[in-house]
């Protein structure tokens, strides 16, 4: 069992992951901004604790981390503007990475992108920003000493998970439930040995365990 601090809890795969860790045995805490979501964690035997990422520091998430195991970063803007991008998105994961060497936790996962996201398409700006930012982040956590896992789903569909994805270090760009990417972050938790890896995530034909067990190279 593991003390696990959710960063995202209350989004769409933060909500369908958190039961999934819980039903495994682990004890997760997960952030939030309001007295509503805190409600909703707590209902899904979350423990809640009050934070939000635009304005909190390294010092402060750090606080928050003291005494758990793993750090679990599946928060976004979610297009909500260039500034809570470049906070969230991009210098968020920042201070998990800093959080999590003033704790002492080894083991963190974050949620990416794949680089491929949106193309085909005119650009678009604030796209453009949030993918710079998304790869400036993933670059942070690969050049740190922590046992980092790095997942980049395709585009994001805001079903459940029906237990058939695609999921290697290499990809053809494709859609993904979020249920799926749940369901793949809770398999990547019970497997520790995979560590150091980037791994991309569509819907596809393989159970997720299977698709999961095939990731780890001894």
Not at 42 to 56: I, K, N, W, Y
Not at 146 to 156: A, E, N
Request: glycine share 12%; with cysteine; charged share 25%.
């Amino acid at each position: 069992m593991s003390r696990i601090l959710l960063i995202g809890a209350t989004g769409g795969v933060g909500s369908r992951l958190a039961p999934m860790l819980i039903a495994s045995g682990h004890q997760v805490t997960g952030l939030h901004r309001s007295l509503a979501q805190a409600e909703k964690l707590r209902a899904q035997g979350v423990t809640p604790v009050a934070g939000d990422l635009m304005e909190m520091d390294a010092g402060a998430l750090a606080e928050i981390a003291r005494d758990h195991d793993i750090i679990i970063f599946s928060a976004g803007a979610a297009g909500s503007g260039a500034e809570r991008t470049s906070e969230i998105d991009g210098r968020g994961p920042l201070k998990m990475i800093a959080a999590a060497k003033a704790c002492g936790i080894a083991r963190v996962y974050l949620v990416s992108a794949m680089p491929e996201a949106g193309r085909g398409g005119q650009p678009k700006l604030g796209f453009e920003h949030y993918m710079r930012v998304k790869k400036e982040a993933d670059a942070a956590l690969v050049a740190s000493d922590l046992d980092w896992v790095i997942l980049r789903p395709g585009t994001l569909l805001a079903e459940d998970g029906d237990d058939a994805v695609s999921l290697a270090p290499a990809l053809v760009y494709g859609k993904v439930k979020r249920g799926n990417v749940a369901a793949v972050l809770a398999g990547l938790v019970e497997c520790p040995e995979i560590r150091r890896e980037i791994l991309e995530l569509t819907d596809g034909t393989t159970p997720v365990a299977e698709a999961v067990a095939a990731c780890f190279r001894d």
